[in-house]
């Protein structure tokens, strides 16, 4: 049996940030592990600009991000063991594990760090009818076609959903010499960052079609078209909408799912409004020792925010196997308001904190001019106002630690004021 105080597993930007923090926090045996044959996670194939600007204040590529973080890794000697499998983990921090180099092997850890990221969801995810040609790929699998493994996926494209992947996959379709026809969302709303709108659809004429979705596929061995119909406020189709859109290649970007199936085998309590752990402020999820940071938590909108939040998993890590965390204390639940979709962490434990405290949340609708209030058992301590909120947009909000100071088993809540447009 192997043996680390911090095994951390995944390698994306979440779990590069957390490890090489845990080590800045005096830790030195740690190990990282991934399944994939490069470090990076997802960045790698995110060949397109964006990253960075908050936490380099510069703007990079997807790889060049990840290679800030890969090189820290290595001037830090950070052990890892890339193409291997994490199988099961257990509440005792036992790691079962197998590649093709050391075979199955059993690692124990003093404190795990969950970061693996999350995956796309599927054409059998969402039911869309009709038959199963050849043609049809979740937009991140198109993207690893085209910018790491140069195979063009499609010439005349139609996007389903408006998340960024799909954004970003629309233009990047257009810059390879593919027509795309057009992206439709279900949703009365983009699921992703305005800035993905303007830059990857406005930009380039690409027509963004609110509320419709597909409600048949045609082609036997490959796709010839997609028929879409407009929905209504329930997201049925509305009948005597339908268009024939022809295609060659469908692209679904229809969501993403936190890869949770190592934290549910560990026990860990799941919150059904993020698909994610329940974790504290250290983000510590409900089985101790065993800490969760990134995507695998809550999808977010910025991989900078990514990279803060699995410091803190890290940093937090660290203390617990030097035993530095406090259990007892004050402790405040948090819970999501009135057109507030969750938040994160769920459990605070102030005595933990050392100045701010930082909730991470998605608002449900689209609100113009509205405000953000913060209330403690019911009592408003601090309201933001905000012009534009919107799901695709997560809200950060830093609150400092005198407002919870004095506050025991008590329920802090977020709630938007607003106008719906």
């Known amino acids: 049996m192997l043996n680390y105080d911090i095994v951390v597993i995944g390698g994306g930007p979440a779990g590069l940030a957390a490890a090489i923090e845990a080590k800045k926090s005096g830790i030195d045996s740690i190990l990282v592990i991934d399944r994939d044959r490069e470090l990076g996670g997802i960045l790698q194939q ?10 380099f204040k510069e703007e990079l590529t997807g790889p060049e991000y990840a290679e800030r973080f890969i090189e820290q890794l290595k001037e830090l000697d950070i052990e890892c063991k890339l193409d291997t499998m994490v199988i099961d983990i257990t509440q005792d921090r036992l790691i079962h594990a197998i590649n093709t180099e050391d075979g199955y092997m059993t690692i124990q850890a003093k404190a795990i760090v969950l970061a693996m990221g999350c995956r796309e969801r599927t054409r059998g995810a969402i039911a869309i009818p009709g038959s199963r040609p050849a043609g049809i790929f979740t937009a991140g699998t198109a993207q690893r076609y085209i910018n790491m493994e140069g195979y063009m996926v ?23 010499g593919a027509e795309v026809s057009a992206v439709a969302e279900v949703m009365p709303y983009s699921g992703g960052l305005t800035r993905n709108i303007v830059q990857c659809l406005e930009d380039f004429n690409i027509p963004l079609l ?15 078209g997609v ?15 339908e268009k024939y859109f ?20 560990a026990g860990i309590e799941m919150d059904p409004a993020t698909n994610g752990p329940i974790v504290n402020e250290s983000m510590e999820t409900t089985v101790e020792g065993i800490f969760a940071c990134g995507n695998v938590v809550h999808v977010h909108d910025l991989v900078d925010y990514v990279s803060q939040e699995s410091r803190r998993a890290g940093s937090n890590a660290a203390k617990y196997v030097k035993d530095m965390l406090i259990r ?11 057109g507030v979709g969750y938040i994160v962490p769920q459990i605070i434990r102030t005595d933990n904190l050392e100045k701010n405290l930082d909730l991470f ?3 449900k609708n689209v609100y113009s001019h509205g405000k953000l209030v913060i209330r403690v058992d019911g009592v408003p301590v601090r309201e933001i106002k905000k012009k ?3 799901p695709g947009e997560m809200e950060r909000i830093k609150l400092d630690l005198e407002l919870l100071k004095d506050k025991n088993d008590s329920i802090l809540s977020v709630e938007v004021e607003k106008e719906v447009v």
């Open 246 to 265: 022809e295609c060659d290649t469908l692209l679904l970007s229809v969501g993403l799912i936190p890869e949770n199936e190592l934290s549910k085998s």
């Open 328 to 338: 007892n204390g004050s402790t405040l639940q948090a819970r999501p308001g009135d």
């Open 210 to 224: 609110l509320s419709h979705t597909i409600v048949d596929i045609k082609g036997k061995d490959k796709i010839e």
């Open 46 to 55: 995110c060949i397109h600009n964006g990253f960075g600007l908050h936490e």
């Open 154 to 176: 499609g010439k005349k494209v139609f996007i389903l959903g408006s998340g960024d992947i799909g954004l970003i996959m629309a233009r990047r379709l257009i810059l390879e």
């Open 361 to 363: 949340m998605r608002v």
């Open 227 to 241: 028929v879409l119909s407009k929905v209504d406020s329930h997201r049925k189709p509305i009948a005597g909408t």
């Open 388 to 390: 534009h909120m919107a």
